[in-house]
C-alpha cells in the first residue's frame, strides 16, 4: 500500500500562484507514476497533471503553460506550481498514485481561486 498526504492549497485571487506537495509513504517503490487530479462538487474527477517514473509529464490542456509538475525521488514527494490561476481552477485538488496494485488517493485539499 502507498499513503499519500497532500499540504499546501488555500485561497488566492485570480492571477496569482499556490503550491501543493504531496507525500508519498508506503511502498513508494511500486508507484509507476504520481500526480493530481481536482473536482468541482457535482462533476467527475478529472486529470490535471502527472508524472512518471521516468520523469514524462501530463498535462491537462486547461492547464498547460500555467502550472508545473516536478518530483523528487529522493523523498517521495511530488509538487504542483500553479501560477496564473483563475476562477475555474477552484476544486479539490487530489494526490493521486498509479502503482502496481491500482491507484491510491490522498485525502484532497482545497484550491480557491476568486475573483
Known amino acids: 500500500q502507498v499513503q499519500l498526504v497532500e499540504s499546501g492549497g488555500g485561497v488566492v485571487q485570480a492571477g496569482g500562484s499556490l503550491r501543493v506537495s504531496c507525500v508519498a509513504s508506503g511502498r513508494t517503490y511500486s508507484i509507476n507514476a504520481i500526480g493530481w487530479y481536482r473536482q468541482v462538487p457535482g462533476n467527475q474527477r478529472e486529470l490535471v497533471a502527472t508524472?512518471?517514473?521516468?520523469?514524462?509529464?501530463n498535462y491537462a490542456d486547461s492547464v498547460k503553460g500555467r502550472f508545473t509538475i516536478s518530483r523528487n525521488s529522493a523523498n517521495n514527494t511530488v509538487t504542483l506550481q500553479m501560477d496564473s490561476l483563475k476562477p475555474e481552477d477552484t476544486a479539490v485538488y487530489y494526490c493521486?498514485?498509479?502503482?502496481?496494485?491500482?491507484?491510491?488517493w490522498g485525502q484532497g485539499t482545497q484550491v480557491t481561486v476568486s475573483s
Open positions: 508524472i512518471s517514473r521516468g520523469g514524462i509529464t
Open positions: 493521486y498514485a498509479g502503482t502496481w496494485t491500482g491507484s491510491q
